[in-house]
């Protein structure tokens, strides 16, 4: 049974996930790297669709003749979950400490039938249906008003998290708000209280009008690698016109979106060779009123703005990283944005 | 040139190092993995002391003969520095960003003359002197009022970021206040405000209490494994009469410090089969007055408690994590807590 627990002296959250009876084997290095799984084992392969919990929702291929594979895209719980929908939602202290049950959902996208394609070889129309599912999804999970924040990720690669390498995202839908989240909301807003204009909004404008950090500027979107950039190679991608919420996003939008993921995962791949990367996307939390809290929300609309980080995992995170909470990049971005967008794809 | 630069979303620093002029191929993640260094080439090993810039302290062994390797333990700058004494103090906004030059200290402790010795396999007394080295370099660097922070930390293996296999540590001085610290000291500060107790004091007096997530429990110094351990087998050690300084821990100390740490890295190897690990010692920021802050930092004495953080990495960090600014962790500290202490060693 999972429980968050709250770290008072870090005020942060943390996931305690030992469904599974841990022994100190299963947390070494060594075994953690993911081998390659044959076809006929991938939980993620057609035919093998009885390996998994069942499927939330499909994208079926219209096209596909009777003895085709009949799905393109497939939606299901992750079956070790790090938060189940089953558990009940209690919170309670313990002596000095907090606790909440390890209540939520936790799913996961399998992005294509393939197990070979990678999302940087998935068609533009394609890559919008992936981004189609992931509005739809969030649309859906955004309607429980117990949950406090919906977070979608995808993890490309060993040192970047993933242990299948059949190309997938997930879900993860959770009853608190995350310390980092709690930052990024509490900078959006007072900048709007003191300014009325959203933070990104006047981010993308200075970039636009800086340059040296862009990356494509295209009719909807931009991409740029941050000012003050994590990571070497970082990247934000986020829609020119103020919008919050991901789950509200059109078709055409949508599709612009993928031709840029798309266009930067393959400038990601010419540059870096192929790096392992994660990508979050940051869309605002539900507005769900609570006590003493109500104030808060409301403007939220005005203020955040929807934005997705794309994250290749060059560099390792060492004690000055743990320590202080912040990395040293040795990138500039300004370097990597030109590197890229000089790059030959 | 260095600087640090300020993310107004995550209100966190970072430093951009770009010093040696980077190129993809030095970020790709494949050429960042350290190779073992023969003895004539590693520039912590004895005899090659004229590849490093020139040494700022070290400590002799009385009792060698003349021909024999003259010191045991040898500070020196980092050839590499994520931060130079030598660039001026300047902090200026471009737009609606904030940017303070690369000043600060960067330094690198040599633990041990040997090239194959790692610090679970010191003897007592001299992991002893190598943290009196630590105490006496903090104690130095905290005299200079330009640095707002001071951390000591280890990286143990190359996926904790070791860059050497030849046993060191590092010390970083900086001019910002790190949001991690930043966090630390305001929930200290709150508690303090409180209830006028220590809150590390009073986690400490749960913990003996609870008895479940304690690995060693000694006359000076209590280690248990964190009630919301980010990481597998996260430990924390704290000396149990409250003291907020390490620069000012006497011998005494010192040497039930060591022998505590040295136990606990025997566990650790014995455990996990040798993991890659960080620490990070969290001493208390220098107490440097500026306008408007004077009052915060009066009584730090008071609420801050120092402590060592140790972090075993045995799992990925992936985009829920980078996402949320918390962990998921596959281990409860209760488990690890008990594996540890049943260990033989």
Request: glycine residues 4%; aromatic residues 10%.
């Amino acid at each position: 049974m999972s429980e968050l627990r709250y770290d008072p002296v870090r005020r942060t959250w943390v996931i305690i996930a030992t469904e599974r009876g841990m022994r100190p084997i299963h947390v070494q290095r060594h075994d953690k790297v993911p081998k390659p799984v044959s076809k006929s084992v991938c939980p993620f392969c057609p035919g093998n669709e009885d390996r998994t919990p069942p499927e939330i929702m499909s994208l079926k291929d219209p096209e596909a003749g009777p003895g085709a594979v009949r799905w393109q895209i497939r939606v299901i719980p992750n079956k070790f979950p790090a938060l189940t929908i089953e558990s009940s939602q209690e919170r309670h202290g313990k002596g000095i400490y907090d606790v909440v049950s390890g209540f939520g959902a936790h799913e996961v996208i399998v992005e294509t039938p393939s197990d070979e394609e990678q999302m940087a070889d998935f068609s533009v129309s394609h890559l919008r249906n992936v981004f189609s599912v992931y509005r739809d999804r969030l649309s859906d999970l955004r309607r429980d008003s117990r949950f406090r924040y919906i977070i979608i990720f995808k993890n490309h690669g060993t040192e970047a998290g993933a242990s299948l390498l059949h190309s997938h995202s997930q879900i993860i839908a959770i009853p608190v708000t995350p310390s980092l989240i709690a930052v990024e909301l509490a900078s959006n807003r007072e900048y709007y209280l003191n300014k009325e204009r959203c933070m990104m909004c006047d981010i993308i404008h200075q970039e636009i009008e800086d340059g040296e950090r862009i990356v494509i500027n295209e009719e909807y979107f931009v991409a740029f690698t941050p000012f003050a950039s994590s990571f070497p190679f970082e990247l934000r991608i986020a829609p020119k016109i103020h919008k919050h919420d991901f789950s509200v996003v059109d078709e055409d939008h949508l599709q612009h979106f993928a031709a840029v993921v798309k266009e930067l995962l393959m400038r990601l791949r010419k540059v870096l060779n192929d790096p392992p990367y994660n990508f979050i996307l940051h869309s605002s939390p539900p507005v769900n009123p609570r006590p003493g809290k109500s104030d808060y929300w409301t403007s939220i609309a005005d203020d955040y703005h929807w934005h997705l980080d794309l994250i290749p995992r060059v560099t390792y995170i060492a004690g000055f990283e743990w320590g202080t909470g912040f990395q040293i990049n040795p990138a500039s971005p300004e370097d990597a944005a030109r590197f890229l967008r000089e790059a030959e794809i």
